[in-house]
Structure formats: C-alpha cells, structure tokens
C-alpha cells in the first residue's frame, strides 16, 4: 500500500472524477480491488462494529427470530455480523463485488445474506421489506446531485412500522462541503421525514473526528423510541 497522504489522494482523485463524470459509485470498486486485501487502505474499514449501533442495540429488545434486518453500503462486514448475532435475519449489500467477496471471506459461516447490489436498483425490488434498515455514512459518500434520490431509496425500503437507524456526519449549513464525504445538512434530514418516517431520536456522540449524528425513524407516529437516550 502507498503511504498513508498519497492513498487519501489517490482516494479523493477518483472520487472527484467519478463525480464529475456522473458515475458518483464507481469509485467504491476501485478503493477495494486497490487495498488488495490490506483492510488499512480502506479508510473507512475498522474491521470491528460501529460502536454505536452496538450501544443503541444494547437498548433495543432482542428482536423476534423473524425481524428482517438491512445494511446498506456494509462495506467489510462487521455492522451486519452483529446485527446476526443480535438475532435478527440480516441481508447485507454493497455496489462493491470486492467488497462482498471480502465479507464472505472473513465470515465463512456467517447467518447474514451478502449481496452484490446497487442500492437504486435494490431499492426497485425489495421495497418496504425490511423491519430494521441500518445505513452508515454511505448516503454522505455519495454527492450532492444524488442526495434526494439516495435517501427515497434507503426509505423506501423499510416496511410499515419498520425502523431506520443512520449514523452520518453532518454539516452546519446548506454550503456545498468540499467532499468526499459530503456530510448531511439539517435541510436533507428533513428529506427523511418528508418520505413519511418520523425521527424519534437524535443523539450526537462526543468523541467523534468530523461532527456526527445517530437518528433513529419510523414508518408510524404512535410507536415510542426506549433507545438513544
Ligand atoms: C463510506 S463507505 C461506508 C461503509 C460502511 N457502511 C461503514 O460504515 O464502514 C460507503 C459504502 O457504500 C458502498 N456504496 C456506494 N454506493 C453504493 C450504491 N449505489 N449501492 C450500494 N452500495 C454503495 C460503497 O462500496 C462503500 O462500501
């Protein structure tokens, strides 16, 4: 692997090209087919769970053995192993076939359904069938031009009553960021309820590099959040 300054170049390069030719996920494929294997090129791979989906899990019930779980963009994997082993049937997807073959590489015996899928295509064909859908900082990877068709997508998955919990970085105003990543404004997060989920959490976690939220939604108005507190 090149050294660390020159790999956030090469990184931020094809992502900017990526972006001006109108192919703003291309990039993805390449970052991992470039790691060859070596998770520390992959500037967002931690090769352990968010640790902040495992706090509000800890807070949520132990789900039915029926309750369908999604996570969208799971990059190597480790967010959807723990979903597993919460208990929940998980389905995990990623534009990246490097990605994918990396995940069922490292969890040969894994519950979790690993797919190769573009999630604007997914999107099309598992509509409203998922109880939990997860997304973390994939809805900030990709650009502004694609923001609003990128967060009708992740809704559109969650089924009546369903759940979404999303960990993203946010930006302060509506400016365009200098990305990649590009983080939300408060003006997109509305975009989310506009799709008919209601926010019933917020929580900003301290301790983070670039200014971050955790937001838990759902589909219906009555059902009270016990999580994020
Ligand atoms: C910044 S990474 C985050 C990965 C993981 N969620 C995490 O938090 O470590 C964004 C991920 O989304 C995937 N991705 C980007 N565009 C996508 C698309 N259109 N459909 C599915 N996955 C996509 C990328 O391949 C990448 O793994």
Redesign the pocket.
């Known amino acids: 692997m090149s050294d660390p300054q020159s790999r956030r170049e090469y990184i931020r390069d094809i992502a900017t090209k990526a972006t001006k030719d109108d192919h703003?996920?291309r990039w993805?494929?390449q970052?991992?087919t470039t790691a060859e294997g070596e998770s520390a090129a992959i500037?967002?791979?931690?090769m352990q769970p968010?640790p902040h989906l495992l706090a509000w899990l800890d807070k949520c019930d132990r789900p039915s053995p029926s309750q369908r779980a999604l996570?969208?963009?799971?990059?190597?994997g480790?967010?959807a192993e723990a979903l597993a082993e919460r208990g929940y049937q998980v389905t995990a997807?990623?534009?990246?076939p490097t990605?994918i073959a990396w995940c069922q590489e490292r969890f040969p015996n894994s519950s979790v359904e690993y797919q190769v899928?573009?999630?604007?295509e997914?999107a099309q064909t598992h509509s409203q069938a998922f109880d939990l859908v997860f997304?973390?900082?994939?809805i900030?990877?990709?650009p502004l031009t694609v923001r609003q068709p990128?967060i009708s997508a992740i809704c559109q998955l969650l089924a009546p009553e369903g759940t979404l919990f999303l960990?993203t970085n946010v930006r302060e105003d509506e400016a365009e960021p200098d990305g990649?990543?590009w983080p939300l404004s408060e003006t997109e997060l509305q975009q989310i309820s506009q799709q008919g989920l209601q926010e019933v959490q917020r929580h900003r976690p301290s301790g983070t590099k670039r200014p971050t939220l955790c937001l838990e939604y759902q589909r219906v108005s009555q059902r009270v959040s016990q999580n994020l507190s």
């Open positions: 703003p996920s993805f494929e970052v991992y500037p967002w791979a931690q968010n996570v969208v963009g799971c990059g190597l480790d967010d997807f990623d534009i990246s990605a899928a573009d999630l604007f997914f997304e973390c900082r994939t900030q990877a990709l990128t960990i990649p990543p």
